[in-house]
């Protein structure tokens, strides 16, 4: 999501802000009726600590001392996409299991109260540590070392290690695993929900559609270029793309510095976005930011090409902050970079109106310094009374 035509211009200015007010936007507001689900979309999944060294010159080499010029602290893992739909304002409930550590502590707290996600189906589980990851960020990429156990997912939510009864919503992201069903999410899809899913590597090397057996129950499947094309055993993204609607009703194939390509098999619709240019400071959890934008996009009825625009912007957008939750960009940061964009000189037309429909979604807000920081350096710092 970061080298693309698609905007040009001056390099923007980067000013550290360590928190920002966010205006709240509901882009369900013209849809929702006293019938609705109490909750828009519902997850499940590990949280993690994540801390994130940033500003390395280059990858650590063994047997020396590398010093980051930066670094922060954030939930990780599932909060990365719980957070990012909370930000677009969706109402976003998530079960998970948390430490009875600080660290545990710390990330229900960002979650719940830093970001309004309903934790009423998650659980403290006692004697039993956070799962924490270290990611190191670097000439575009990042490097992760983890560390924890299995969440005891089981003495949370039933033998079967998922949830027994997942709220009723609008909809559902799921992570599929290859070769394991995951009970909640055909209990999901029978209370309605739309399910969204993403895969991550076949450490299997079997590459087979038919071990993703809960594909079926899902309305769209978000795969990365290589993911699909090894699932489809296509030759192009794109032919992958047409060939996984045989699966599901929609195909969203994201294609790194080119951008996204999805395929709708209900419509017969089609539409390519091409990626936005960004300096990119850690591209942590950006993929779980795309899928957002896109769920956000769906579930407010937006055309496909609109869908896909707003996913790559908003994924384009957090690739600029380090860190997964801390990254994901609220309406505030959309529209301070819609009105930043309009600004400079030498746009392309044809790309500023690919963008167009945000007019009437980001708020009005007195200009801000551009791009908006988040990210804090530590868990927290003591404060005087």
Not at 147 to 164: C, Q, R, T
Request: glycine share 10%.
């Amino acid at each position: 999501m970061t080298a693309s035509k698609a905007f040009a211009g001056e390099e923007p200015e980067y000013v550290a802000e360590a928190a920002v007010c966010q205006t709240h936007v509901d882009p369900l507001a013209g849809l929702r009726t006293p019938d609705d689900p109490p909750w828009d979309v519902y997850l499940t999944g590990t949280v993690f600590l994540d801390i994130i060294f940033t500003g390395l010159d280059s990858a650590p080499v063994r047997g020396t001392e590398s010093w980051a010029r930066g670094m922060g602290s954030s939930p990780g893992g599932v909060a990365n996409m719980a957070a990012a739909l909370a930000r677009l304002g969706l109402r976003t409930s998530l079960a998970a299991a948390f430490g009875d550590d600080h660290y545990g502590e710390y990330c229900w707290d960002a979650l719940a109260r830093g970001e309004g996600i309903d934790l009423s189906p998650s659980r403290t589980v006692p004697d039993w540590h956070s799962p924490v990851t270290v990611s190191m960020a670097y000439e575009g990429e990042r490097t992760m070392v983890s560390h924890g156990h299995e969440p005891p997912m089981e003495a949370v939510f039933g033998e079967d290690g998922g949830p027994e009864c997942p709220p009723c919503a609008r909809a559902a992201v799921a992570s599929l695993t290859p070769g394991r069903r995951a009970p909640w999410i055909a209990q999901a899809a029978r209370k309605g929900a739309r399910i969204f899913a993403d895969v991550g590597w076949d450490d299997t090397g079997a590459w087979d559609l038919s071990g993703l057996a809960d594909l079926e129950h899902c309305e769209a499947f978000l795969p990365n270029a290589t993911e699909a094309m090894r699932y489809t055993s296509a030759d192009s993204p794109r032919a992958a793309a047409h060939a996984l609607t045989e699966y599901v009703p929609l195909a969203v194939v994201t294609l790194g510095s080119e951008g996204a390509y999805a395929v709708d098999r209900r419509t017969g619709e089609t539409a390519e976005v091409p990626a936005i240019a960004v300096e990119a400071l850690d591209p942590t959890g950006a993929g779980d930011v795309f899928v957002a934008g896109f769920v956000t996009g769906t579930l407010a009825d937006w055309p496909l090409a609109d869908r896909l625009a707003f996913a790559g912007l908003t994924a384009a957008l957090s690739v600029q902050e380090f860190g997964g939750s801390l990254s994901a960009p609220g309406w505030t940061e959309i529209g301070a970079w819609w009105r930043r964009v309009q600004s400079v000189p030498g746009q392309d037309p044809a790309a500023l109106r690919r963008y167009a429909f945000l007019e009437r979604l980001v708020p009005e807000e007195p200009a801000r310094p551009w791009p908006l920081r988040r990210a804090v350096p530590t868990i927290g710092f003591r404060r005087s009374a």
